[in-house]
């Protein structure tokens, strides 16, 4: 069989001698941010030196909370975590990566089923700009299960969701609901 390692060094040549990643953007709607979510943010700030939260406007999507509402909750769960920013965007993805000159994108994969779609989502970001790379961290398994939208459906028939988020966001959900 032919020996592919030349072969992939040099194809991958530019990106090998570029700079040491040490920023990272974990991009998503956190519509609201859970105790997933903050897990997957909690590991990547132990390995890169900055991580940034990135709030996606998504209007298509209907979120429940304002980008505002979203980010200072987000603000709030994480200010203890000296080396992460939140910020927004609104655009794709890579040029939102372009614009802060970072290379690193963090997912989080649940499950099975995440994986199609993040599948076609890293491909499709590393054909657009194929210096940027996708690094995925497998959820914890306790929050194997966890979605925005499942907490949002139970915090809004008033079921128990103080495992799923922190109490900021917990409290969030109660008043969002109540003044429904
Ligand atoms: O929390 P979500 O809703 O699963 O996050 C999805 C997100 C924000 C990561 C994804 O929708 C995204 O990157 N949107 C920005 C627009 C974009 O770049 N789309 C093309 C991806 S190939």
Known sequence: MKDKTKELENANKPILQRRKHTLAVCPGSFDPVTYGHLDVIHRAASVFDKVIVAVLKNASKNPLFSIEERKDLLIAVTKDISNVEVDSFDDLLINYMNEKNAHVIIKGLRAVSDFEY?????????????????????????????????????????????????????????????NR
């Open 118 to 178: 993040e599948l076609q989502m890293a491909s499709l970001n590393r054909k657009l700009n194929e210096e940027i790379e996708t690094f995925f961290m497998m959820s914890s398994t306790q929050y194997s299960y966890l979605s925005s939208s499942i907490v949002k459906q139970i915090a809004q028939y008033n079921g128990p969701v103080s495992d799923l988020v922190p109490r900021e966001v917990e409290h969030a959900l109660q008043v969002k609901f109540a």
